[in-house]
């Protein structure tokens, strides 16, 4: 029994306990003030026929919390599932990271939440889309949000283009449907995208399962270690359940035979005890490194496809939670929550989201969502923020300042971000290895047959609802660039003129 029930209990006056038996007592409703409710299921009225009373407050009360149950859904990926588990660390990189969690042995709670991207918080959780894999560590050193996806890059490279990508690939601001002719609008401006594209048109851009797919940080990270070393790394889960999708001839009755398949099949394994494990990968690169490419390889549209990986890790998902609001809705992931030893690195896209998870946060949740109790850092939190809407952080003493020669609280410990050197001047202007199409190549060859027929399959459904001629011979010239073969293919599929999609492709440089 919580506490809440406990001390509703204590006030309960004697009169009114005595009219009830010990075990409804227990069960017993009340308001939010936490005395009984009588009559929950008739109004007060006056007389038989008379109107409702103002006076009955518990209905007032009841109308007024109903109201406002709703807040604003997260303004991409609102449709989500979480679950609860642990993190392991099994392997020794101190040599790359003072990081807490990353030590051998430890044991890390972990709030993870999976979501599709561009659906409402309704919608089906089948939509072709990439999948939200973000994942809450509650460490000793406060909490890391690791905010990935299930495949290693994304469409664009520059988070300015963040919002125009999302308004492109939403409900049509008109019609209030995704519009395939919209969406294809917007990237045939972004050739960046045509590798993450070729991904998205696969199986798996359709995952049968929460279980069944891989996680990515994305975006390079920097690991700092004791002598204050920096190394990039990248984050790979890899499922070991294995990564399935829906083929395109399958989607009609698997869409049909369930809405919420996703979150049914991952509940239904944690509820039988088949608990989700995913091993943690990282790759490596020292600073020096970088320039090795001839891609940047701080651009999020690219993998680093020769650099092994190594594993450090095991999570294993173990628990449905008891409350889907107060959890996956309530939930705030943040690229910008970090922990000592663990920093950014200088890409493009990490940068802006530094700044837009937290600022959307406290719009959606307001200014102390960090004190709902599934955002809470299970360490102390010591600092002189206060006040604000909601506030219950039962901050004590009156010295919220510093430096102070009255307050108890020590000086923090010397842990300061790495120094990063910088070169140039300031600047707006595009990154020089851009290589946007090749890598998309490398990946539709790295396909076995059935998938290379899927992808056209799937991809020429929606080429086929692009009305305008010239967005849809860009998009066939970028898929001929990565490849003559999928090119090919594609333009076969959507009855166009292959000369033509040849000389569009023939004059795009690939560097
Ligand atoms: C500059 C580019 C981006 C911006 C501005 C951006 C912005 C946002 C915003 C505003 C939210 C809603 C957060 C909330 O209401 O709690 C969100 C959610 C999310 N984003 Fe991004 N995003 C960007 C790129 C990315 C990329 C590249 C990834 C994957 C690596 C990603 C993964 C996610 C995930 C997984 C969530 C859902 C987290 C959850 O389950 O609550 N986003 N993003």
New binding site residues.
Partial sequence: MNKQRMLSRWYVPATVGLLMSSAAFAAALTRDNGSPVGDNQNSQTAGPEGPTLLQDSHLIEKLQRFDRERIPE????AR?TGASGEFVADADISDLTIAKVFTPGEHTPVFV?F?TVMGYRGSPEQARDPR???TKFYTSQGNWDL???NWPI?FIRD?IK?PDFVHANKPSAVTGVQDANLAFDFFAHTPEATSMLTHLYTDEGMPDSYRHMDGY???AFKLVNAKGEVHYVKFHWKSAQGVHGIRPQNIPTSIGSDWNLMSNDLYGALKRGDDPKWDLYIQVLTPADLDRFDYDALD?TKVWSDVPERKIGTMTLNRVPDNYFETSEE???APSRMVPGIEPSEDR?LQ??LF??AD??MY?LGANYNELPINRPRVPVVSNNQDGLMNASDRKGEINYEPSGLSDVAQSPAYKPVQTPLRGTTQQAAIHKTLDFRQAGEYYRSLPSQDKNDLVTALSADLNHVTNDDNKYTMLSYFYKADADYGKRLAVATHADLSRVQAKAAALSDN
Avoid: E, K, L, P
């Avoid at 997260?74 to 990926?77: K, S």
């Fill in positions: 997260r303004v991409v990926h989500g939440r979501s939200g894999f973000a905010v990935g996806i994304f988070a963040f940080g994305v975006h999020d939930s705030a992931f896209m802006g989201r837009s998870y959307t946060q959606r």
